[in-house]
């Protein structure tokens, strides 16, 4: 938990989701993050005791901004399992645009940096998380194939919807949005099975 001022803490936040964007990969440092926010290092480290309790702060922080939870009502509100795996990727697909500069920094930053490894585990459990849930609600339903277990259903769409996989279609290969939600749609009911009743 942090402490201080709350509109230190916010300063704090946005400088650091700014400068994240910036980065493209190199390395944010609490230095860089306290001058661009116009406060001392004292300061920043009285709002989060870690780098790496600011960058899980501020993954978090812009999560709140940009209202995910509100993103994810349909799908949460779904009544069949299928609803909610379209409604989550559709979602998710129209979500990682928004956060790719902070992704793409966080996971550059990952394979030499602790704490960035951290913030980006920690979004990835959340994005594990929802695709549990969406596979539970097709298990419920009788449409989850026999050829996996809910966690093996929830290891292949975790791994469906990466970040990476969607920076090699859509940037790569210069897919457009609706092209890229429609497919990930498509080859996550033929590999979850969500075609027909297995109950």
Known sequence: MSSGNPETRLKILTSAWRLLEAAQGREVRMSDI????????????????????????????????????ARLARSRAATTGTERLDAFIDAWGNYIPEIYGVAKALMGMGDTDEAA?????????????????????LERDGRLSPEHSPAQATDLLWALLSVRIWEHLTIDCRWPRPLYIETMKALAQKALGTGTSVG
């Open 117 to 137: 490894k951290l913030a980006w585990d920690n979004r990835m459990e959340a994005l594990r998380h929802g695709c549990r849930a969406a596979v539970d609600a």
């Open 34 to 69: 306290a001058k661009d926010a116009g406060v001392s290092r004292q300061a920043l480290y009285l709002h989060f005791p870690t780098r790496a309790d600011l960058l899980v702060a501020t993954t978090h922080h812009i999560d709140a901004v940009k209202d995910v939870d």
